[in-house]
């Protein structure tokens, strides 16, 4: 299938350092993909880059002819909050157009489980889980084939998660999410690409089908090699007689990482499996309060790993 989206050898720098290392890839007409990695790795450079807001240092960005980009924020302030629901989504007539056809507001809100009663109800009076349901709403309304969305799962309730897993799967063209929800890694993309985390690998993007495929190669990338410790390990390299000394805070991370890590990712798992019991999709309120939970504990898992590898950079030096 013909790419809507495709870059070559893209490099992006960022005060001298690479944030974007000669990264190829390419987004396909109906593709669903996923970005990840830690916090700060470039995720959201990459898709500035994609969309054009980001000059390139080097490298092709080429898009197709006809390539309209949606790009989707959860910028909650972008709505008026004197405006109704019905306004919001169309502020002239009572009429939108969805998907080539015309139908009215009212019914197109309803898609995303708005109430009658609520279509003339401001914007204020919207908890916030209802406010991004209707930035969802507004943005399929968007004339696009390509939507990009950063972090769209983060902070959603059950409700607003399923409406927009029905919407991206509905819509008639490619999709590229920034995400650490493993539910939508799983369910919802076909394609994740993943960053390096690697020491001197940063910066590299590896294209990866499904969430298993990505478990095994993220092992490769942030389990420390080998069954010897952090400081064993660090003593075997060839800078080891000269390495830069360390600060006492960095010292201490360094000689507790290694459990943290592994007590951060027996904590993750647990919420994993508790999430995938059958009980628990049926309790609405214990589900919300996992999904949080696991976001809560992927973004330590990442943020210990982050500090290994500048922790390691360091000792490199």
Not at 173 to 199: C, E, M, N
């Amino acid at each position: 299938m013909t790419a809507r989206l495709e870059i070559r050898e893209l490099v992006v720098r960022r005060g001298g350092r690479r944030i974007i290392d000669g990264v190829s890839l390419a987004i396909a007409a109906s593709e669903l993909g996923a970005v990840v990695g830690p916090n700060g790795c470039g995720k959201s450079t990459l898709l500035r880059a994609l969309t054009g807001e980001d000059t390139p240092a080097s490298g092709e960005v080429f898009r197709a002819d006809g390539l309209r980009i949606a790009y989707f924020e959860q910028n909650r302030a972008a709505l008026d909050p004197r405006r109704s629901l019905a306004e919001t989504v169309c502020p002239d007539g009572d009429h939108v157009v969805f998907r080539g056809s015309s139908q009215h507001r009212n019914g197109y809100l309803e898609r995303f489980l708005f109430r009658a009663e609520q279509m003339v109800q401001p914007v204020s009076s919207l908890s916030g889980g209802e406010q991004s349901r209707l930035l969802i709403a507004c943005l399929m309304l968007q004339p696009a084939n390509l939507l990009v969305l950063d972090e769209p799962t983060n902070d959603l309730d059950l409700q607003t998660l399923t409406v927009l897993e029905e919407a991206l799967a509905s819509f008639e063209g490619a999709v590229l999410l920034v995400t650490h929800d493993r539910y939508f890694l799983d369910q919802v993309t076909s394609q994740i690409l993943a960053f390096h985390t690697k020491p001197g690998e940063e910066g590299r993007v590896t294209s990866l089908v499904g969430l298993a495929q990505w478990e095994e190669w993220h092992k490769t990338q942030l389990v420390p090699r080998g069954k010897k410790s952090a400081q064993e390990r660090a003593a075997e390299t060839p800078t080891a007689g000269k390495r830069k000394k360390l600060s006492f805070k960095e010292q201490r991370d360094w000689d507790t990482l290694e459990a943290r890590i592994l007590e951060a990712e027996n904590k993750l798992a647990a919420l994993d499996a508790e999430a995938a019991l059958p009980e628990v999709g049926a309790d609405a309120q214990r589900s919300i309060a996992l999904h949080t939970a696991i976001v809560a504990a992927r973004s330590e898992v990442d943020a210990l790993y982050a500090r290994w590898a500048e922790i390691e950079a360091l000792l490199a030096e």
